[in-house]
């Protein structure tokens, strides 16, 4: 008897902040994802069809509802998806951001931008956390934001910290998990965001001019760890949403 396979779906909001690194885990474990491309106008399908929702980056922020009317849709299917019909959830970034405001939770301007390679810490619910198991107390990342989670939504637990940014990572409920910084980057992450100028701007700000080469040798020098860390971010995501 044939097992059917497992079906994601995934909202995206620029075409180059895609699921990345996880792809090959995706493809390995034979799952099928649709991209819904929502910054281009592509309709929200029925979510009954897939069994996971994966919520991606972008250069938009979640109170621009103004000039991106989608974003209030998403958050809608967001809270839906994770309140209604109880899906597994992975946010990054603005993934992040919109399920904590789709939540009741509240997004604004980051105090301290935070753009480079650096070390986020696990709280004491991250550290029995099903999510971040097997995972050291410090964790070496790569960041890129200027909003954050400024209070996370009620019954949601923060797993990952850091002094600038208080919600690093969170859960709500067993099944819906999501992180500020980024964890499904490869070698050409850092490159093709700096040519989007929303983050490069956003860059140079936060570290001069020039910076786009540096924060690319720093990415460079760490990105062995960071993949294994994506890989197991990647296999506790699928035990703790009952895919294994």
């Known amino acids: 008897m044939s097992i059917k396979p497992l079906k994601f779906l995934v909202f995206q909001h620029i075409a180059c902040e895609h699921p990345g690194t996880f792809r090959e885990y995706f493809a390995a474990d034979g799952i099928e994802w649709d991209a819904v491309e929502l910054d281009e106008g592509e309709t929200i399908p029925e979510l009954e069809g897939y069994d996971a929702l994966w919520v991606m980056g972008g250069p938009m922020d979640t109170w621009q509802e ?9 958050k809608a299917a967001i ?7 109880k899906m597994p959830y992975m946010g990054l970034c603005l993934g992040h ?7 009741g939770g509240k997004v604004g301007p980051a105090a301290e931008p935070e753009i480079g390679i650096m070390p986020v810490h696990l709280t004491d619910n991250g550290k029995t956390s099903p999510f971040l198991e097997g995972f050291p107390e410090t964790i070496w990342c790569l960041q890129w934001h200027s909003a954050e989670v400024l209070a996370a939504p009620e019954g949601a637990d923060i797993l990952v910290s850091t002094p600038a940014c208080r919600v690093q990572a969170m859960s709500w409920g067993p099944k819906a998990f999501s992180i500020q910084y980024h964890v499904e980057i490869d070698e050409t992450t850092v490159p ?3 040519a989007i100028p929303e983050y490069a701007d956003a860059l140079e700000k936060a570290a001069g001019a020039g910076a786009l080469e540096r924060f690319k040798a720093e990415a460079d020098e760490r990105m062995t760890g960071m ?9 506790n995501f699928m035990t703790a949403s009952g895919f294994r």
């Open 227 to 235: 993949k294994a860390d994506s890989k197991k971010l990647y296999e």
């Open 192 to 194: 093709m965001w700096g």
């Open 66 to 74: 103004d000039a991106h009317p989608w974003l209030k849709t998403e």
């Open 97 to 103: 951001q919109l399920l904590a405001e789709a939540l």
């Open 79 to 85: 809270r839906r998806a994770v309140v209604d019909l």
